[in-house]
Structures are given as structure tokens and as C-alpha cells.
């Protein structure tokens, strides 16, 4: 059933308002009508009851259609309105449709079809008009959402920078305070060991052997913790970009033979095999010898420290493309692979528990990690736990520096003896590291 549309008639000619009914009715729409004569009575009626849709004649007795129209606009009553016009006033109908108007019909079109057509397309523009209206407001709404979220998201994004700045500041500081304590824990330090090593000499007088004993504790525990100072400077030192590598010539066959033999007593104490084949054509390498030594001394003392019962593997391989491998293997505790990527960053150590089994300062391999990285090289690990561990360091041959802070300038690199690929300073050597297990 069509619904019945509520029609208001604005014309004070009754023959008119008659003619308008009647060519609704012969249209067949159905209409509840109402009918007043005056703008003003219009206005009270709008002003109180919904229409589906009213006709304004265009001359009234007390006002025009054009200011009815801009009262109904202020009193922000919206209504559809089709203004009939007379002979003459079609000159304003572009007025009355910017003023609000939804469409206009001369009084002499009016037919049973046109007021229909009429009535039918005011009341679709109408409803579109609201629909658009409720759509602009939705719009307004989310558009104020938006803006605030945006305004709360740049509110966040300053405090993130504020702590990412205090958090910058706070690990410098850290740094700072690392290298001065260990700096200053270094003089008193030596001066232990040195006047120890001096207790110990017999031209100094002879000790007893219960003497002898606690010297030779102070002096091995003073040579452990002037370890875990300097472990500590360099990684401050490697942090805040200060520790230059000083790349000379030399035979990294020796260096390694050097640091095994050093070592092979701590190996020797825990009934460790310790094993070394340096297999090398040419073992000349151009890289720092004291940074070179330094990874391998880590290596190896992490090799026997983790290590119960069996053997220890130091090899050192020439590998395609002007590269050198050190190969550093245990049969230990090994590592789960999940803790791969966690032993690399400073201070992190697999049991992080006071109570831990092993000492250490859980720096050893970050310093490693940074070294490799200056060098150009790429750290390999191979673990699986109850088995062992297999550190490979890739090296190449002649190291490439970087100039700036915390590498010694390229003009220190005019031997030619070696290639060496270029390499990317930036390459991350954890992103590169293997994480396969010893079958
Ligand atoms: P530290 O040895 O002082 O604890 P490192 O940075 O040298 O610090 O090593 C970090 C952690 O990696 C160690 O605490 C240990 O958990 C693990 N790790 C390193 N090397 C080995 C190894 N050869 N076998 C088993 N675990 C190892």
C-alpha cells in the first residue's frame, strides 16, 4: 500500500489550493492535506508538526515565499518545499532554490502528472539532502576523532622521543662511569699483582709456604679481576666508538699457537684434551694481532670454562675469497638455540641467576661481536645442549677500516700484500650468524 504523504498548501487563493488537492487526488497519491493562507500561520504549523512535503505560493498576504523560506532556515526547520509561482515571478526561482527551496512549478504547469512528478522528486531530494546531511555529520565526527587520535599519537610520539633521549643519556652516562670505574680500579690493581709477583721473588726473603700460598691467591685473584677491568674498558671503550684497532702484518699461526700454549694450562687443570691444527698456506694476515688474540682468548676460556670433561678444538683455515677461519669447538654444556642471538649482547649470559654456576661478566662475546664486526668479519655458532659448541670466526684477510671514531684511518692500510673484497661497514655479523646445531 503507497504510504500517505502529509501535505501542507500555503496559498491564500482557495481556487488554487482546491485545484492543488484535486490534482493529487486525480494523480493518485494519497494525501493528508492542510491548508493555511498566511506566511505566519506556515510558520506555526511548521514549526509544530512534520510535513512530507509543503506547496508555497510564491506571493502571500503578509510576506513573500523568499523570506518565509529564510525564517524557516533560521528557525532551523527543514521541510521539503516546492514554491508555485505566477506569471512573472519566475525571475527569482534561482533565488528561492539558494535560499532553500527544493524545486518550483508555475501555477499555470500545474497538472495531476507534474504536481505528482513534482511532489515525488522534492521528497527523494529531500530525503538524499538528509541522508547527505547525516553522512557530512558522520564525516565531521570521525574527521574530529581523527584529529584528536592524531594529535594523541604526536603527544606519544614526543614523550617516546623524550625517553628514548633519557634512555640515550642514561646508557652514555653508563658507558662513562664503566670506563672511569675500571680505569681507576686498574692502578691499585696492578700495584697488587706487582707487589705480590715482588712477595713472591726469594731474593725479597723467603715466605712460608702458608705465606706463600695466600700471596700467590692474591696475585692470581688480582690477575682475574685486572681480567674483568679491562673486560669491562673495552667493551665501554667499544661502545662509545673509542677503541681504534691497529692493523699490522703478521703470522696468525703463531699468535693462535701463542694464546693455546698459554691457555693449556687452565685446560690441563680440568682434564681437557686441548687440540690445535693451524692449517694455513700462507699465514700471513693484516689485522690488529692483539684484538686477533683477544677473541680467541675469550673463545677459548669460554670453551674450557663450559666444558666438564672431553676435548677442545682451536683450528684456523683459509677459505676462498681471501679469508681466514678461526674455529674454536668444545664438547661442553652447550647452547640452546634459542639463546643464540641473546649471548652476543652485552651482559646477557645464559643463566643470568646469581647463584650461577659459572663466573663471568658476560661480556666476552660481546666484545667479540663488535670486534668481528670492525674487522669485517662474520661470527658462525653451531651448538646443541649436552654436546658442544662451535664458534667460527670469519675473518678477512686484510681488514678494511672505516675512518672515524673508533677506527684507525685507511691510510694505515698501504700494504698491498693482500685483496680483500670491499666490505659492508654497516653489516651487522649477528645478522649473519648461523644458527645450526652439531649433528
Ligand atoms: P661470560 O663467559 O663472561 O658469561 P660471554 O659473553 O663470554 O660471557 O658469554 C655469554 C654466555 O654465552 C655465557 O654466559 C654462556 O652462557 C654462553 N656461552 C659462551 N660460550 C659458551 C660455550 N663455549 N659453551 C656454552 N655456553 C657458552
Redesign the pocket.
Same mark, same amino acid.
Given at each position: 500500500m503507497e504510504e500517505t504523504l502529509k501535505i501542507l498548501v500555503v496559498d491564500d487563493d482557495e481556487v488554487d489550493r482546491i485545484a492543488i488537492c484535486s490534482a493529487l487526488s486525480i494523480a493518485g497519491v494519497q494525501i493528508e492535506l492542510s491548508e493555511v493562507g498566511r506566511g505566519n500561520d506556515a510558520l506555526s504549523l511548521l514549526s509544530i508538526n512534520t510535513y512530507d512535503c509543503v506547496f508555497l505560493d510564491y506571493r502571500l498576504p503578509d510576506q513573500d515565499a523568499l523570506t518565509l523560506i529564510q525564517q524557516l532556515r533560521y528557525s532551523k526547520i527543514k521541510v521539503p518545499l516546492v514554491v508555485l509561482t505566477g506569471q512573472g515571478d519566475e525571475q527569482i526561482t534561482l533565488q528561492l532554490l539558494k535560499a532553500g527551496a527544493t524545486d518550483y512549478l508555475s501555477k499555470s504547469r500545474i497538472s495531476p502528472e507534474t504536481l505528482s512528478q513534482v511532489l515525488r522528486s522534492a521528497i527523494r531530494i529531500y530525503r538524499a539532502e538528509i541522508q547527505a546531511d547525516l553522512a557530512n555529520q558522520q564525516l565531521r565526527e570521525s574527521n574530529e576523532q581523527l584529529i584528536y587520535k592524531n594529535q594523541e599519537l604526536e603527544r606519544q610520539q614526543q614523550q617516546i622521543q623524550m625517553q628514548n633521549f633519557k634512555l640515550l643519556e642514561a646508557s652514555r652516562l653508563k658507558s662513562l662511569f664503566l670506563a672511569t670505574i675500571s680505569h681507576e680500579l686498574r692502578t691499585p690493581m696492578n700495584a697488587i699483582i706487582g707487589f705480590s709477583q715482588i712477595l713472591l721473588r726469594p731474593k725479597f726473603g723467603q715466605l712460608t709456604r702458608q705465606q706463600a700460598d695466600m700471596v700467590e691467591r692474591i696475585l692470581n685473584n688480582g690477575k682475574h679481576l685486572l681480567m674483568l677491568l679491562n673486560?669491562v674498558l673495552d667493551f665501554s671503550k667499544l661502545e662509545g666508538g673509542g677503541l681504534d684497532l691497529k692493523p699490522e702484518r703478521f703470522d696468525v699461526s703463531k699468535v693462535i699457537n701463542i694464546v693455546v700454549s698459554e691457555m693449556r694450562s687452565l685446560a690441563e687443570a680440568k682434564n681437557l684434551l686441548l687440540l690445535v691444527q693451524t692449517d694455513l698456506q700462507n699465514p700471513l694476515v693484516f689485522n690488529d694481532p692483539l684484538r686477533v688474540k683477544q677473541i680467541l682468548i !675469550?673463545?677459548l676460556? !669460554?670453551?674450557i670454562? #663450559?666444558?666438564e670433561s672431553g676435548e677442545i678444538w682451536v683450528e684456523v683455515k683459509e677459505l676462498p675469497g681471501n679469508r681466514v677461519v678461526i674455529i674454536?669447538q668444545?664438547t661442553?654444556?652447550?647452547?640452546a638455540s634459542k639463546?643464540f642471538k641473546h649471548? #652476543?649482547e652485552? #651482559?646477557?649470559?645464559?643463566?643470568q641467576t646469581i647463584t650461577?654456576k659459572?663466573?663471568?661478566?658476560?661480556?666476552?662475546?660481546?666484545?667479540?661481536d663488535s670486534l668481528v664486526r670492525m674487522m669485517g668479519g662474520k661470527i658462525f655458532l653451531e651448538?646443541k645442549l649436552g654436546v658442544?659448541?662451535m664458534?667460527k670466526i670469519e675473518l678477512p684477510r686484510k681488514i678494511t677500516l672505516r675512518t672515524g671514531a673508533g677506527n684507525a684511518p685507511s691510510s694505515q692500510l698501504d700494504n698491498d700484500d693482500f685483496f680483500c673484497p670491499p666490505q659492508n661497514p654497516h653489516q651487522s655479523s649477528s645478522q649473519s650468524r648461523k644458527a645450526n646445531r652439531i649433528s
Open positions: 673486560e !675469550n673463545l676460556s !669460554n670453551a670454562k #663450559f666444558t674454536v668444545d661442553g654444556i652447550g647452547i639463546d649471548i #652476543f652485552a #651482559f646477557r649470559q645464559v643463566d650461577r659459572y663466573p663471568g661478566t658476560g661480556l666476552g662475546l660481546a666484545i667479540i651448538s658442544g659448541s664458534f
